[in-house]
């Protein structure tokens, strides 16, 4: 069975950093493109970051570009994106999904698995 735990979610303020993790079992973390969603509250779910599988080749949607930055760690079978220079337009919940033999999409339908979510919320 697979399965995520995600953590590193709070309150910080604007300008401030966060780093989320999420750690899958269950499963080899090796082969799948892993990659991290945000919905805000009335807003429809956004991918905005993702690390491809095998060669670790990233990408992000312009709105967090030069701001975000996401890593894998396979030993500990652990994603993070660090998040730097938090807006209050970053405040969403944010989960994180597996995608197993994909590439470079953050189209929801493709993620085989998927995080319960973590919330971040940047406020002064």
């Known amino acids: ?7 590193g979610g709070g309150l910080v303020q604007p300008g401030g950093s966060l780093r989320l993790s999420c750690l899958v079992s269950g499963t080899n973390f090796r082969l799948y493109t892993m990659s991290w969603h945000r919905q805000a509250p009335g807003k429809e779910r956004e991918g905005i ?5 095998g060669d670790d080749t990233t990408y992000y949607v312009d709105s ?18 660090q998040m730097n220079n938090l807006r209050p337009s970053d405040t969403a919940v944010y989960s994180c999904a597996a995608g197993f033999a994909i590439r470079s999409t953050l189209e929801p339908a493709q993620y ?3 995080g319960q979510g973590t919330q971040v919320t940047v406020s002064s």
Do not use: H
Not at 49 to 53: E, H, I, T
Not at 65 to 76: C, E, P, V
């Open 64 to 81: 967090v570009k030069g701001r975000f930055t996401i890593s894998r760690d396979n030993a500990k079978n652990t994603v993070y994106p």
């Open 112 to 114: 085989d698995y998927w």
């Open 49 to 53: 970051v993702l690390l491809n599988s």
């Open 1 to 7: 069975q697979v399965r995520f735990v995600e953590s």
